[in-house]
């Protein structure tokens, strides 16, 4: 992600009259936590030139509150009467808000003044949907379509709208879109529907590829496996979709019947064991550990157990969650919860380097900073905390990574520097007592010879 950010603004520095590279560098900052920056940026750019519609259209994107958005883009429309992407971002509030018919009519003024915008299509296109009519989302998704090819929400809409030919469209979306792994997924769905458990797993692979991280290219790899293997049968597919789909499905009568019905289907008792967890977690670790003794190398069993055994085994869920980081090097709450595994098991070292190399993989993700200044703070390594807050303050404008920031410098002995930090909080929070704690500190550091 660090590397996106830093391609978006040097695509964005470069392009500076783009307006498709201004919003990707504006929603990356936004995506990344770094509200305050692409405010600041947004701002600056009305100032260099008031009068642009531009700039003042992309200062609605960038502030977080509704109505300041608005007012933003209000005064775009004024400056252009025909600034499409303005009304597409009024749409947006307007959606929001519900107010579908209004917000509808807002992306529609967007269309006519520019049909190629994948914004407006996508805001209409999720009113369709979430309106419950099939027939017009499949009218509205093929007119996008006819004007943004590679419009994804538009061919996985199309397809749903169309379940008969459902297969050719998203084989016509994997030649289109086929970088996105939604697309491949949803085939993969598709696929399993009709009982094709080949096509499936091709599919499913393929979206992993894409996106390693996505949890459904994980679990759809896993259920074409299993069709694959014959741990299940098309009936045990369905039961399994329909019981990470919905609560109905996810009773424990119901999984009780599949556990029976499918022993060798890992995904059977990894979803019962997750239901388990909150209320018998001794059944839900019963579970996973059948489920890994058949299944050794499924890693969401191997994390799952991994979770459920903090607390009870913790050398064991230290070793079991370090394994599924490797395998997953790109799920920041595995690492902040193997950090927490290894601390517990007394692992201290091995702790301490899990969270910094995870701080260096993650570093706009608040837990997993925030975890790493715990891990020094408590070795007692407080500059080196200080350090690590101060940088994570710097990166993720967050009042709890300013907040840390403020407490590692008091506990590594920088008194007037933290002062100064928690003065700006109490600005920012409205917090007098924050106020209070700075005033202590300055008067302790006074006294400091």
């Avoid at 590829?209 to 069709?227: F, I, K, M, Q, Y």
């Avoid at 003794?293 to 079991?320: C, E, K, Q, W």
């Amino acid at each position: 992600m660090l590397d996106a950010v830093v391609v978006a603004e040097a695509e964005a520095r470069a392009l500076p009259d783009d307006l498709d590279a201004q919003e990707r560098w504006i929603d990356l900052l936004l995506s990344t936590g770094q509200l305050e920056r692409a405010v600041a940026e947004a701002r600056a750019r009305v100032q260099r030139a008031p009068a642009s519609p531009d700039a003042q259209y992309l200062l609605g994107r960038a502030l977080p509150a509704p109505d300041a958005s608005r007012e933003a883009f209000e005064r775009a429309l004024r400056l252009d009467p025909e600034h499409a992407r303005s009304y597409a971002g009024i749409g947006g509030i307007l959606r929001a808000r519900g107010a579908l018919r209004e917000a509808a009519e807002a992306y529609q003024r967007a269309l006519s003044l520019d049909p190629t915008l994948a914004e407006a299509w996508g805001g209409l296109l999720a009113i369709t949907v979430a309106s419950g009519d099939r027939e017009g989302a499949g009218q509205v998704a093929e007119a996008a379509l006819a004007k943004v090819p590679q419009h994804v929400e538009s061919w996985l809409a199309l397809a749903a709208a169309r379940p008969a030919q459902a297969a050719q469209v998203l084989e016509q979306a994997t030649r289109a879109v086929g970088w996105d792994a939604r697309v491949h997924a949803a085939r993969a769905v598709q696929a399993l529907g009709a009982d094709d458990a080949t096509t499936a797993a091709a599919a499913a692979r393929e979206a992993l590829v894409r996106d390693p991280s996505s949890a459904d290219a994980h679990w759809l790899v896993g259920l074409a496996a299993e069709r694959l293997d014959g741990s299940l049968d098309a009936a045990g597919v369905r039961a399994l979709q329909a019981a990470r789909s919905s609560p109905e499905g996810r009773t424990l009568r119901a999984l009780d019947a599949l556990v029976s019905s499918y022993p060798r289907s890992a995904l059977a008792r990894l979803t019962r064991a997750r239901t388990l967890q909150p209320t018998d977690p001794a059944g839900a670790r019963a579970d996973l550990e059948a489920g890994l003794a058949a299944h050794p190398d499924a890693i969401d069993l191997v994390a799952t157990l991994g979770l459920a055994l903090r607390g009870v085994d913790d050398a064991r869920a230290a070793r079991l969650l370090t394994v599924a980081v490797g395998a997953r090097p790109y799920d920041a709450s595995l690492a902040v919860a193997a950090t927490d595994a290894l601390l517990a098991a007394g692992q201290g070292e091995q702790a301490r380097a899990l969270a910094a190399e995870a701080t260096t993989l993650f570093p706009f993700s608040l837990p997993v900073c925030l975890k790493y200044v715990g891990v020094l703070s408590a070795q007692g390594e407080h500059e080196a905390a200080w350090r690590a807050a101060r940088e994570a303050a710097d990166r993720i404008h967050d009042p709890r990574a300013a907040l840390a920031a403020a407490a590692a410098a008091q506990e590594a002995g920088h008194l007037r520097e933290a002062a100064q930090r928690y003065d700006q909080l109490a600005a920012q929070l409205g917090k007098p007592e924050l106020a209070a704690v700075a005033a202590n500190l300055r008067r302790t550091a006074d006294r400091t010879p």
